[in-house]
């Protein structure tokens, strides 16, 4: 019974480039929740989906950043025109239909040269 | 929107002594009140959560409590271990989670 996968681990992009995080919930469970952490920093909320749905998207920056989790396939996190502020780990969660407990992938390392 | 503070941000304790960590949250619309362990470089891991019509929870040696008039909450590690070293964050929320800043606690050999 995997747990949450994300990938890629590590990604390395050069200022102006676009980011696409990856990220498969557990078995069973229908919603994804992606959070970003600066350095030593807490875990910030930005998006709530659902399969095809955005449910809550009120911690996502107004530009360049958008989430999508569609019918089949992983949810997507994407960053276009990175900027060196963007460096962080990305983690998303996932939680099942019926309950409120989320867990957490292994996160993505976002590196902007 | 949520606004939850997390006390202290760092904490050092003899192995064997307790550490107690405390969040304070805004919204008395959040009923559920997570909390996660992140070890360097690894993602973080739920450890006990607490629903707003408990008030206390209890696993081996991990306890949280819930005042929801007080709107704060609080985890206690007895007995500690140096493996218990780690950053420790509290949430709170309905849906989507609201996250302190985190405690770095420090468990001395």
């Known amino acids: 019974n995997a747990g949450v996968m994300q990938n890629p681990r590590h990604l390395v992009r050069r200022r102006g480039q676009e980011a696409r995080l990856r990220c498969s919930p557990m078995k069973g469970h229908s919603h994804v929740y992606w959070y970003r952490q600066l350095p030593e920093e807490g875990l910030k909320f930005m998006v709530y989906l659902q399969k095809e749905n955005i449910i809550d998207e009120s911690g996502m920056p107004k530009e360049r950043f958008s989430a999508e989790f569609p019918k089949e396939g992983p949810s997507i996190l994407r960053i276009q025109q990175v900027v060196r502020g963007d460096s962080a780990a990305y983690f998303c969660a996932s939680s099942p239909p019926v309950g409120d407990e989320q867990f957490f992938g292994p996160g993505t390392r976002l590196t902007v040269l | 929107g949520e606004n939850v503070e997390q006390h202290p941000s760092t904490l050092s304790v003899q192995e064997g002594d307790s550490a107690v960590i405390k969040c304070t949250y805004s919204d008395s619309a959040s009923n559920y009140f997570p909390w996660y362990k992140q070890e360097l470089g690894k993602r973080p891991q739920l450890i006990i959560d607490i629903r707003s019509n408990v008030g206390e929870k209890k696993d081996q040696r991990i306890a949280v409590t819930l005042n929801k008039t007080a709107k704060h909450f609080s985890l206690h590690i007895t007995e500690t271990q140096p493996e218990d070293s780690a950053v420790y964050f509290c949430?709170?929320?309905?849906?989507?989670?609201?996250f302190g800043t985190g405690t770095s606690l420090t468990v001395i050999p």
């Open positions: 949430a709170a929320g309905r849906n989507q989670f609201y």
